[in-house]
Structure formats: C-alpha cells, structure tokens
C-alpha cells in the first residue's frame, strides 16, 4: 500500500504546485488576478468533471482485469478509455470555448469585484478550453497506469511537466526576455502547453513500453459494449464531480458579492487547503487501486484491510498538517502576495480562513479514502451520494446561513466550508463498516477476450 501510494501523493502534491506557481506569480502581478483564477477554477472543474468519472472508470476496470491476472482485458478497456476520454474532451473543450461568457454570467458581474475580476477569468479560461483534450490525455495516462499498479511513471513526467511550468509563468505573464506580457492569459498558456508535453510522454509510456496495460492501437477503434460498461460505471463520477464543480460555483458566487480582499483570500485560501487535500486525494487513489485489484483477485478481506490502515495513515498524517497550518498560516499565506494594493488586509482573511479550515484536515483524510475505496469496488453511486452531501447537503447550506441570514460575514464562509467534510466522514465511515462494498464488477477475463476476438 505504501509502495503505492507515495509517488500519488508526490504526483498530486507536483499538481498542487501548478496552481500555486500560477498564484504566487499573479500574486505579483496583482490581487484581481488571483481573485480571477478563484473565479475561473469552479467553471473550469464544472467542465473537467464531466470527462473525469471516465477516466474514473477506466482506472477502476483495469485495476480489476489485473488483479484477475487478465492483462488483455486491461490493455483492451485503457484503450477505450484512452479513446472515448479524448473525444469527450475535445468536444468540451469546443463549448466552453464557446461559451465562456455564458458561465460566467451566472456569477454576479455587475459588483465592484466582478466588473474588475470576471474579464479576467474570462481571458484565463478560454485559453484553458483550447487546450482541454492535451490536459485530459495527462489525466487519463495518470488513471490508467494507476489502475495498472505503476504510480511512478506519471510521478516522474509530473516532475518535468511541473518544471516546464514554473520556468516559463514569469516569462509569460511578465513579458521576460523576448516573450509578450501575456498577464493572466500567459498563465493559462503555461499550464498547457506543460501538460501538453506530458500528454505526448505519457502515450509513448503507453504505447512503447511494457511498463503499464497491454494497450495497442486496435484497443483504440470503440466498441459500444465496452463504452457503455465505461459510461455506466463513469456517469455517477462524472455526476458526483459535476455537483461538486458545481456547488463550488454557488459557494464563489456567494464569495464575489463580498469586497476584494474577501474574494481574494478565498482564493488563496482554497489554493493552500488544496495541498493539503490533494495528499488525501492521493492516498484515496491508491485505496482505489488496491482494493480494484484485491476485488478482482477475489480477496476482499485484504481490500478491507488496506481500506483501513489508509483511512489511519492518512487522518493521523493530516492532523499533523493541522497542527502546523494552525501554528504558521500567518507566514504561509504572507508568501504568496508581496506588497500590492490590498495584500495585508487579504492576508489576515486568508489566515483566519487557513485556520479555522485546519479543523477538518483529518476529517478530509478519513473520507477521501472511504470513497475511493467505494470507487475502488465499482460502486460509484454510493461515493457520488455521499460526496453529494457533503456539498450540497450541508457545506452549501452552512455557508449562506451563516454568512448571510445570520450576518456571520467572512468568518459565516470560513465556518460553513469546514462542516461538509466532518458529516460526510461520519456518514461514508458508517456505510463502509456495513460491508456491501465487497464485490467486483467486472465480467470473467475468459468472456472478454472472447468478445474481443469475435
């Protein structure tokens, strides 16, 4: 499980670092500019959520086919996955090119914030959309060779990805050397022509060497019973990440009515916390695997077991970062903006935000995993309900009570933010102490091959 789940947890920290290079760096430029890519984040993930429970799926099927010892059903389903991901992804690219500003019209534009933020984001996320299918085709690599038990691989072009990224921000937003002054858009340009060079990497990984599925161009031609296997095992992902994307849309449009810096430390709030979610992230998808693979290979009681020494590992490891967020979220949040207009006032938002946040981080860790073992087994609907609740059943709720109707202000949104994961914990471990999660979802590996061959 270790052995597993570490370069995950390096791979998702590595994809932590894209945002905050992006932050760090439109930190200099201005705090409107962080402020717009918070706005522009939850329209883009509303997007990238519909082809993610895909990629869900593909890494969710192959994992099982190996753990069945079935290395041609898993070469065949990452080749579909691989196929039907990209189409998907270039026609969502296509419509939120399209209509950015449509979706970002349901965000209050007309206050002092919008009207100097929303242009902004807008530049940002068409850039975004125009590279969507090369950032989808990291993303479903990634999930592939997950499933297939070799977390490495996407680790290390993570690192070369990320490093791409970094170098070339300052040199696209500012106009260094012989580049244009792009602003906000050089951002977006980084980003993805980054990943864009991992894309390209990550196919040769797949189709050149021996270290991941089975997968040869013919897997590439759709076949409707596989696509559809996909789909009915995606579409509740797909669902539970749209809701979440979503929900973070109602919560920012909240935010904006709100003055600047309020904004502004939202945004960089959410930035920091992410690195702290995205190792718990990590640990989920290895659960996610593990349990995949020990279910295909007809043991569950070892799948249980890994569920559980992962939920420990990762709320007693984020605990700790509680510990040090409460202790440093001063100093922390003071890096990421120098001394622009607003700063300080943004900065002592953000660290409130940090701190009370900081009382979930263990609660995040327990949960995260729990759903990723549910991914894991192939029951998607309980994990997109369970994720749904958290949401939409009380985070959303919480927020606008305490924000609005009981006058709480920013500290109501800083409240509200943290309830969502301490029930939904409560309630995912409850559901997986019942034990109905146990069982594959995939068809004999001899039936698949025949279909194939046919």
Avoid at 112 to 117: L, S
Avoid at 232 to 256: D, F, K, R
Wanted: overall charge neutral; proline content about 4%.
């Amino acid at each position: 499980m270790a052995r597993l789940a570490w370069p995950i947890v390096v791979f998702q920290l590595l994809q932590v670092t894209y945002n905050l290079a992006d932050t760090l760096w439109l930190g200099r430029l201005s705090a409107d500019a962080v402020g717009a890519i918070s706005l522009a984040f939850p329209l883009v993930f509303l997007v990238i959520a519909v082809a993610s429970g895909f990629t869900t799926a593909g890494s969710v099927l192959v994992a099982q086919y190996t753990g069945a010892e079935s290395e041609r059903s898993a070469g065949l389903f990452a080749g579909q996955t691989l196929a039907f991901v990209t189409l998907l992804a270039a026609l969502l690219g296509a419509v939120g090119y399209l209509y950015t500003g449509s979706m970002l019209s349901l965000l209050p534009s007309q206050t002092a914030t919008g009207q100097r933020v929303v242009p902004l984001a807008a530049d940002y996320m068409r850039v975004f959309f125009l590279g969507l299918p090369f950032l989808f085709g990291f993303y479903v690599f990634e999930a592939l060779m997950r499933g297939h038990g070799n977390t490495r691989a996407p680790m290390l072009i993570m690192f070369g990805s990320v490093g791409v990224n970094v170098a070339l921000d300052p040199f696209l937003i500012f106009g260094w050397w012989a580049f244009p002054a792009l602003g906000i858009e050089g951002a977006a340009v980084a980003t993805v022509f980054s990943r864009g060079l991992a894309t390209v990497a990550g196919l040769f990984v797949l189709f050149r060497t021996g270290v991941g599925p089975a997968v040869e161009l013919s897997h590439l031609r759709l076949d409707f019973d596989n696509v559809r296997e996909i789909v009915e095992l995606g579409v509740p992902t797909s669902l539970e990440q749209s809701a979440n994307a979503l929900a973070l849309v109602v919560l920012t449009a909240m935010v904006v009515s709100f003055a600047p810096p309020v904004v502004a430390a939202y945004g960089l709030g959410n930035r920091l916390i992410s690195l702290v979610f995205l190792p718990a992230l990590g640990i989920s998808r290895a659960t996610e695997t593990v349990v995949g693979q020990n279910l295909g290979a007809e043991r569950p009681d070892r799948a249980e077991r890994a569920v559980r020494l992962a939920v420990g590992a990762a709320s007693g490891g984020m605990a700790l970062v509680a510990v040090v967020a409460l202790a440093f979220a001063r100093p922390i949040n003071a890096v990421f903006l120098g001394d622009v207009p607003g700063a300080a006032e943004t900065v002592s938002l953000a660290t409130e935000y940090l701190r009370i946040r900081s009382v979930e981080f263990a609660f995040i860790g327990a949960m995260q995993v729990v759903l990723g073992a549910f991914r894991g087994a192939g029951n998607t609907k309980t994990a997109m309900a369970l994720s749904w609740l958290n949401l939409w059943g009380v985070r959303v709720p919480a927020v606008y009570l305490l924000a609005f109707v009981l006058g709480w202000g920013a500290t109501g949104i800083w409240v509200g933010m943290t309830l969502g994961h301490i029930v939904g914990a409560v309630l995912a471990g409850g559901w997986f102490l019942r034990g109905t999660w146990k069982e594959s979802v995939i068809d004999s590996p001899e039936s698949v091959a025949a279909a194939t061959e046919d």
